[in-house]
């Protein structure tokens, strides 16, 4: 995995902490960030524990299902901030970036 973090000024896998350098306190990060969700589950799949894996996937879509459940019971709709998603019965589901360009990142472990 070496030069994963290059881009970030960081070199080793042991020094992926540099990537969060900036942030003073976690808890400050929104529980939707992305290394959060799936941090537990990405981690059991670079360790190839794949029931692990397998049990982090199914938290991570009964969180999802829980929060769809709450939206529908308070009336809300979720609607994507970065994406476009539309629906036609030639093409099915597409889903398309509302900035053109997404900035590579890399796969951050929490």
């Not at 976690?26 to 799949?45: D, H, K, R, Y």
């Not at 036609?88 to 900035?99: A, F, M, N, R, V």
Request: charged content about 30%; overall charge positive; some cysteine.
């Amino acid at each position: 995995m070496a030069g994963i973090y290059s881009e970030f000024g960081v070199e080793g896998e042991a020094d992926k902490t540099k990537v969060f350098s900036s942030i003073k306190y976690m808890m400050s990060v929104w529980p939707t960030e992305t290394a959060l969700v799936w941090g537990e589950l990405s981690q059991a799949i670079l360790s190839k524990d794949w029931e692990k894996a397998r049990d982090a996937k199914k938290s991570v879509e009964e969180r999802q299902r829980e929060l769809q459940r709450e939206r529908v019971s308070k009336g809300q709709s979720w609607v994507p901030k970065h994406f476009i998603v539309s629906y036609t019965k030639e093409k099915g589901w597409d889903c398309s970036p509302i900035q053109k360009w997404v900035q590579n990142a890399p796969i951050v472990i929490m």
